[in-house]
């Protein structure tokens, strides 16, 4: 069989033919004979030079628009009422850089206006932001891109789905 790897397993006769099985997200070939009680599976020779040949390409480098619902009301579960508010904001900034891929974050005021609308504990369940992955002009700072969060109006968060929105800038 060459220099690939091969593993023999015994009473296999359920197995008689040949083909390709998956054990472990590795792929094998199989070759079972009628008389036999033994199986042989034999390694699937990897691809040459993939993993070389291939660029890497990050897509945290490029610029996006999406619009996403935020459920804040499991997020918020267990804190206490002083702290509603601002762990909101918290928990916004951590859902942002999490889908984003930016540790620089910026939330817009109108947000901040609509999670504080109700006062420090009566903190909105849901809320509907559109997050934009921009270029960072500022050259002295350390981050290339930076995301924006903002509001975005809704009557009801019935059938919302994330949305990738078009730039419009």
Known sequence: MGREKVW???GSKSLIGSGSLVLNYLIFWFSV????????????????????ERKPRSAMSEVVTREYTVNLHRRLHGVGFKKRAPKAIKAIRKFAEEQMGTKDVRVHIRLNEFLWSKGVKNVPFRVRVRLSRRRNDDESSADRL?????HV????FKKLTTVNVDNEE
């Open 8 to 10: 023999r397993i015994c």
């Open 33 to 52: 004979v009628e008389d036999e009680s033994v199986l042989y599976l034999a390694m699937a020779p990897s691809k040459k030079g993939s993993k070389q």
């Open 146 to 150: 930076y995301t924006l969060v903002t």
């Open 153 to 156: 109006p809704v009557t009801t």
